[in-house]
Each structure stands twice: as C-alpha cells, then as structure tokens.
C-alpha cells in the first residue's frame, strides 16, 4: 500500500510511535509531500537541535520507499476542489493542508496523520492515528 505522510506522522514517527512505524515498515512506497519537508525544516530552525533533526530527516528521505513530491499543475485542480468543498462545510485548513489533502487525492494514496482538522472533512483516505 502507498501512503503519504504529513508533519504530524513524521514526527510521531521520531518519537517511536508504533502504528506509524509499522504503516512504514509495511508500505510500498510512503510520499513526503515538498510542503511536509518545508515544515519540518521551519520546525528545525526555530528548534534546539537543528543540525540533529536534518541529519534525520535526510536519512529518511534516502530510504528507497520514501519519495519526495510537488505540487504540478494538476495539483492545483485537487487543490481549488477541496478548498471548496472545506469552505462550504465551514472547515478552515491552512494552506499547507490544502497541498497536502491535493496530493494525497492526486496520487491516489493514503494520509497519515495525527490531525483532526481532516476529521471535519470526512475525508475518507486518511489514517487517522492518536498519540
């Protein structure tokens, strides 16, 4: 099964979770959207251990099964239909979350997160993990 990780699932992947180490392990492929990477990267430079958590996330970034992806042109169709489809139900998701939601449907994977803004979408390819 391929999956796509948001922020929230890598990190949860640092601290040793289980579920998201296991969802890892048993993928096909895992997709690290360039806005997750960006994020973390923000995340690591207001951190005390920036150095640390860059060695990390590029050694993950190197395992086989990790691919790092853009948003095309395609992309932004997903984009402009779930930001309609957020406002209209009164869901406010960041920006990031749009990309994030756009290319977890453009791929045809599934998101893992540890998020609940996504609950308020009823947004049916998502793993939804607890802490």
Same mark, same amino acid.
């Given at each position: 099964m391929k999956y796509l990780f948001?922020?929230?699932?890598?990190?949860q992947l640092l601290k040793g979770h289980k579920d998201v180490?296991?969802?890892l392990k048993?993928? @096909? &492929?895992i997709l690290m959207p360039?806005?997750?990477i960006a994020e973390l990267r923000y995340g690591f430079m207001l951190g005390a251990k920036r150095? @640390? &958590?860059e060695k990390l996330l590029t050694r993950f970034i190197a395992n086989k099964k990790i691919r790092v992806i853009l948003p095309d042109n395609a992309t932004t169709d997903y984009f402009v239909n779930i930001a309609v489809i957020a406002h209209k139900k009164?869901?406010?998701l960041s920006t990031h979350d749009l990309w994030i939601v756009a290319l977890t449907e453009?791929?045809?994977v599934t998101l893992v997160t540890f998020d609940n803004v996504f609950k308020h979408l009823d947004y049916k390819?998502?793993?939804q993990l607890e802490n």
């Open positions: 948001d922020t929230t699932a890598y990190s180490a296991n969802t048993n993928a @096909e &492929n360039s806005v997750v150095e @640390e &958590n009164g869901v406010q453009q791929w045809d390819k998502k793993l």
